[in-house]
């Protein structure tokens, strides 16, 4: 998840947001990186899965918010709501909600699914914290590693909405260090929030209704997106693949691949879109 911006990141929250989402303990895709991976070296990061729509969930991450505040840093806490943060869900293998894994040295331990009451919350976490007692190579006494400075740049300015700003920064990057790829990942993500942020979900209609229009097609892409529905937008274009000729067809290739490295190029759906394409071109 290194570099990996969230594509939800600049849409209002769902009304009624607030509460468990608002604490210090919220990741997305964004912070993913530095506050569960880098942070379980240290100690191990209960990362809780859940959705605003599951009254049990919420109840859940509540608990885990309190309990956490009683550790004394034995522990920390990610709390992640799942419809915004899809790959977040998808890495673990989620299955329902909520879902609660213990992520120790970079790699998830244990987990548990549904909500459970608070006595056997404890003993699990218990049971977490003496299975990593003395193992983790960055405890507590162990220096951490300084961030990179010119990624704090580019992450401040995105974290501001200021997406020239954070462009920029992981230009001047990539300048300097041609083969980042964490730089060269998060600029893709920018220059696609940057393009997309601003089409309307009526694009979609649009599109339905006149299937040959091609910059119809890549705006709904676009806003497929930014729903977390890549499958959805990965066929959309598959398809103007096989209606299209030409300058056309050359313009939709050429988007359908920029979205593809938008993403893990090992995630399964982009393998069997890719697999789409190459016989919708051949």
């Given at each position: 998840m290194s570099g990996a911006v969230d594509l939800s990141s600049l849409k209002q929250p769902p009304a009624g947001a607030a509460g468990a989402t608002g604490g210090d303990y919220a990741v997305n895709e964004t912070t993913f990186e530095a506050k569960v991976l880098r942070r379980s070296v240290q100690v191990p990061v209960i990362v809780a899965l859940y959705s605003q729509r599951s009254p049990g969930s919420v109840e859940l991450v509540r608990t885990l918010e309190r309990l956490v505040?009683?550790?004394?840093?034995?522990?920390?806490?990610?709390?992640v709501e799942a419809e915004a943060n899809m790959r977040i869900a998808q890495a673990f293998g989620v299955q329902g909600i909520p879902t609660v894994i213990a992520v120790a040295g970079g790699q998830p331990l244990a987990?548990?699914?549904?909500?459970?009451?608070e006595p056997q919350v404890r003993q699990w976490l218990s049971?977490?914290?003496?299975?990593?007692?003395?193992?983790?190579?960055?405890?507590?006494?162990?220096?951490?590693a300084p961030e990179d400075p010119r990624f704090v740049a580019a992450e401040t300015a995105l974290e501001q909405g200021d997406l020239a700003g954070a462009e920029a920064a992981y230009e001047a990057i990539i300048a300097a260090e041609p083969g980042n790829e964490e730089?060269?990942?998060?600029?893709?993500?920018?220059?696609?929030?940057?393009?997309?942020?601003?089409?309307?979900?009526?694009a979609i209609a649009t599109a339905d209704a006149d299937p040959a229009n091609v910059d119809a097609a890549l705006d709904a892409a676009d806003v497929e997106?930014?729903?977390?529905?890549p499958e959805a937008a990965f066929d959309r274009l598959i398809g103007a693949v096989k209606r299209t000729a030409g300058d056309d067809r050359t313009k939709v290739?050429?988007?359908?691949?920029?979205?593809?490295?938008?993403?893990?190029?090992a995630e399964p759906f982009v393998v069997a879109a890719r697999r789409k394409?190459?016989?919708?071109?051949y």
């Open positions: 505040g009683e550790a004394g840093g034995a522990w920390d806490l990610a709390t987990d548990f699914q549904g909500a459970q009451p049971a977490v914290i003496d299975a990593v007692a003395g193992k983790l190579p960055g405890g507590e006494d162990a220096p951490e730089a060269k990942g998060a600029l893709r993500q920018l220059r696609f929030l940057a393009r997309a942020q601003g089409i309307p979900e009526s997106m930014m729903n977390q529905q290739r050429t988007r359908l691949l920029e979205l593809f490295e938008l993403f893990d190029q394409l190459a016989a919708a071109l």
